[in-house]
């Protein structure tokens, strides 16, 4: 026998409520037989409220009975929210993936082939420049998170605020091959000084912090991934800086 679910969820012309759609969309893959009703004006939410007894839409009901909003949904299928203040590799994954992908697409476009020393090379310098993006998104975020742990930004501050931008035009010159001269040196200095920061922190004064490698918002722990972030820029410089 089906089950059976009635949804209220505002659905006007200018605003579609986004939970709504969650709540909507879960009951739909729990395989519900859902009524679905639209609460299409603000007059039509504030009476529905005033009348249920609630603060917020969506509202499901099951069966008859009240369930709540999305989070209260979840919870009723046995499905915990989301919390937004767990420890979590996705960010740092995801970079990587992306980073990974980019490098053989770009090497496939250029040569005709997936892979070479090349495809490596690409791999380390997108890598920097979506790390030093996600910094970019907040340089004050970063730069506070970051000040937690970098020796030298502890030293002289304005070091912490500099750290993304360098990072992300070392990582743009060496996509491009060019201007050797500034970002091996460049790599080389944050990546040595991060690396070494990141291992007295975790490693000697046994400090558990959040990672600023994907920027000031990050619940990324800082320990292993932040030191192959450096590890990576020093190995990319020296290997350059062979050639």
């Not at 697409?105 to 790390?131: I, K, P």
């Not at 910094?135 to 993304?164: E, H, N, S």
Request: charged share 20%.
């Amino acid at each position: 026998m089906a089950k059976h679910a009635t949804i209220h969820r505002m659905v006007m012309d200018k605003h579609v409520c986004p939970w709504g759609l969650k709540a909507l969309d879960l009951l739909k893959r729990e395989g519900f037989a859902i009524e679905d009703k639209w609460l299409t004006t603000r007059a039509e939410t504030d009476a529905f409220k005033a009348e249920h007894g609630v603060e917020t839409t969506p509202q499901v009901f099951i069966d008859g009975k009240r369930i709540g909003g999305y989070d209260d949904l979840r919870e009723f299928l046995d499905k915990p929210p989301r919390n937004p203040d767990a420890v979590t590799y996705k960010p740092v994954i995801a970079i990587f993936a992306m980073a990974a992908l980019m490098a053989v697409a770009a090497h496939w476009a250029a040569f005709g082939s997936l892979f070479s020393v090349m495809t490596a090379e690409w791999f380390v310098a997108f890598s920097m420049s979506l790390l030093a993006l996600q910094k970019l998104r907040d340089v004050d975020g970063f730069a506070t998170m970051f000040l937690g742990y970098d020796l030298l930004a502890q030293r002289w501050v304005p070091y912490a605020k500099i750290y993304p931008f360098a990072e992300g035009l070392a990582g743009v010159l060496m996509i491009a091959g060019a201007l050797t001269w500034l970002s091996i040196p460049v790599a080389l200095i944050i990546g040595s000084v991060g690396a070494v920061s990141v291992f007295k922190a975790v490693y000697i004064d046994k400090r558990e912090l959040k990672c600023a490698c994907v920027g000031g918002d990050s619940n990324v722990p800082l320990g292993f991934v932040s030191l192959t972030e450096n590890v990576m820029m020093v190995a990319m410089a020296l290997w350059m800086l062979a050639k």
